[in-house]
């Protein structure tokens, strides 16, 4: 009797124990699923990076959410912003310009209420005005490699890979190097690496078409490949050699950049199936600058002034006669400073039209103390507006 009494009351305590337990347990695994719980990509990240027991329950699904614009990534706001900018910013029109006064000396401390703005003659509202010293530049360096420039190539090759290494900033800035007699070819395409554009510049020189002996005199010689072969090699075609410059390398850059072409030829064209006019356009409608620097042989046809006087000016750019090697740095140098000494003016046109026409442009200094200074205002004298159906060239992107 005892003993039944002493295992009644063992047994009685056991349950005991075990009901307190299961008391205690319980609170313990309802912590534990709420320390695990984490948003929906986080859970299935824990689930995947742990092996699942056969078994195991199904985990329960969220219950599904609206659709929202993913957050930016860190770093990406900037790049947001900026796209946002260039949509808002589509109507608007950007010319660059420079101002020098008498003595040739860039003048930098204009302000927007120093000068106007017309277009086709009706004045226009700035809505930007300021300094441009930092923008990335998109440069082509194009070399006139006919006969006229036989003589005086060394000097001018030593100039260009002086220009490219005090102007190209590594990382910020591109630069092209094309060549050409009769057909243009592209020695080294757009790339911010100052070595390849230096080697690309010592491999442009003068080929003599067969049978040239110099100073332009050609004698028979080896029979050509072809008519044709010896035509191009023979010639020189300028105003083609712009239009592909502007056209199929300087529009692969990015519309961020300011684009600009380096032309040294004699401007004496021979055969360009391109017109003048249609080549300035073409640049016009790259957003390219053109500076001119107008050097030649004396033995030839000598330097043509005014024609690279009107495709330097039509664009925005200027032109440059040097006469000699020290000339020729000089005028590299004033096309450097130039770069770095441009006012970006930016208006919403009041012509809306979207018809493609092309829109002259007048900038005016009406300040009187300026006036006094004659200063000489350099920009492009108009743009092509944005056709409706037209697609921009200009909008590829570089990485």
Known sequence: MFYRRLIACAFAFMLGMAVLLGAIAGPVSVRARQNSYAPPQQQQENTASRPRRTGDAPAAQPAATPPQKPAPAKGDEK???????LRVETDLTNTLFTAVDRNKRFITTLKQEDVRVFE???EQQVFTFQRETARPLSLAIVIDTSASEERIMPELKNAARGFVDAVIRPNKDEVAVLSFTGETTLEQGLTGNTTRVRRAIDRVEFVPPSGYVGGGVVVPG?????????RLAGSTAIWDAVWVTSKDVLSESSDKT?????????GVDTSSQ??????????????????????????????????????????GGRAYFPRNEEDLRGAFAQIQEELRSQYLLAYSPTN?????????????????????????????????AQATTATNPSKSRRP
């Open 352 to 384: 809306k039209a979207k018809d493609g026409s092309y829109r002259q442009v007048r900038i005016e200094v009406v300040n009187p103390e300026l006036r006094k200074q004659n200063l000489r205002l350099t920009y492009r004298q108009g743009y092509f």
């Open 120 to 122: 086709d003659n009706v």
């Open 274 to 315: 391109t017109h003048m006019s249609d080549a300035v356009d073409r640049a016009i409608k790259t957003d390219a600058i053109i500076y001119a620097i107008g050097i030649g042989d004396n033995f030839f046809d000598g330097v043509d002034r005014g024609s690279l006087n009107k495709v330097a000016e039509r664009t």
């Open 222 to 230: 080896t029979p050509p490949i072809s008519d044709t072969n010896q």
């Open 79 to 85: 790049a947001i912003d900026e796209d946002e900018v």
């Open 258 to 266: 300011r684009r600009a072409i380096i032309l040294l030829t004699d």
